[in-house]
């Protein structure tokens, strides 16, 4: 009975602690881990979307960058973290979708985290180099099935975004071109600019500024409007590949049974940051669309991170990736 009476008050008094931490959180820096190197898309937006949340939770974020092996090192130390809700992780859905099918991971993508928010979505962009001739997107495919096997296409890497929308494309059009992995998408467009490879399925983030300066030559817009940041790319509607749409959305997690008061503050910083005038136009200016209002919640980002897990999962094991 004794026992039992301890094990009683042990748990009350652990019940006690974890709402009084809630309530008096944050009270310390909080880490977000990036799972990219700085620089690219994902820590553009971790870094103007970290600066919004330490205004509003009154504790500085200090973003972190690991993309080693696709991220997946990253959010595996997001998987171990104390689930007190200072270490926080944003991240991309190659990093918390594709990898689910391309890796063995030692964690459970789906089941083994909190999802907070979808924080933003950036379209992908079809680009080439100058040098090809095709015009517009019918051109385009029309040259690539002319051509099998000679055309290049650059990825970051095996299983990347750039990669699965590569393998979507020769699916949805009956083309076949080479892959050629880089490091990162930032390499992969130094070789595009170079004349080196043919193609990219690149974020808009990535592919504007080249762009606008003239430097490459935009198809389509693999979404359902035109980009504002870009209003005369057409949509691949328009552009004659109706309905290939793929978003490279970010979302921010915590590590699984952190408290749902903890979550909430989060949740709430993330929806003043994204209601925020000046974030709002720092986002549209790269090329990133605002979720809806449902989407900025953990269940939008739960909801979200399913389906496309159940749109690409198939699509990956059937084209055979893996990580090498």
């Not at 950036?122 to 051509?147: G, T, Y």
């Not at 080479?178 to 130094?190: D, E, S, T």
């Not at 870009?230 to 552009?239: G, S």
């Not at 979720?291 to 094991?317: F, H, N, S, V, Y």
């Amino acid at each position: 009975m004794k026992r039992l009476l301890f094990l009683i008050a042990m748990a009350v008094w652990s019940a006690l602690i974890t709402r009084v931490n809630a309530e008096s959180y944050p009270s310390r820096p909080i880490t977000l881990i990036v799972p990219s190197a700085p620089g690219g898309p994902t820590d553009t937006l971790a870094r103007i979307l970290a600066e919004s949340m330490r205004q509003t939770l009154g504790q500085s974020i200090v973003v972190e960058n690991q993309g080693a092996a696709g991220g997946t090192v990253a959010v595996g130390r997001l998987a171990r973290a104390a689930p007190d809700g200072y270490t926080i992780g944003i991240g991309q859905y190659g990093n918390f979708v594709l990898n689910g099918a391309i890796y063995k991971l030692s964690y459970d993508l789906l089941n083994d985290f909190a999802p907070i928010a979808v924080l933003a979505s950036n379209p992908q962009i079809i680009v080439s180099k100058n040098a090809v001739p095709a015009k517009d997107l019918a051109e385009l495919i029309a040259w690539l099935k002319k051509n099998p096997e000679k055309a290049s296409q650059g990825t970051a890497g095996s299983g990347s975004p750039a990669h699965i929308s590569g393998v979507y494309f020769q699916n949805a059009t009956g083309t076949r071109f080479q892959f050629v992995p880089y490091r990162g998408a930032a390499p992969a467009m130094k070789d595009l600019l170079a004349g080196e490879i043919d193609l990219l399925i690149d974020q808009a983030a990535n592919a504007l500024p080249e762009i606008k300066a003239g430097q490459i030559r935009a198809y389509a817009v693999t979404a359902k409007v035109r980009l504002d940041a870009a209003p005369d790319i057409p949509t691949v509607d328009e552009a004659g590949l109706p309905g290939f749409y793929v978003s490279v959305w970010h979302g921010l997690w915590a590590p699984k049974a952190t408290p749902a008061d903890i979550i909430a503050k989060l949740d709430d910083s993330i929806r003043r940051a994204l209601a925020d005038a000046t974030v709002r136009q720092r986002l549209a200016e790269i090329g990133q669309d605002i979720p809806a209002a449902e989407l900025q919640t953990p269940k939008g980002l739960r909801t979200l991170q399913k389906a496309e897990a159940d749109k690409w999962w198939p699509i990956i094991r059937a084209a055979g990736i893996k990580a090498e």
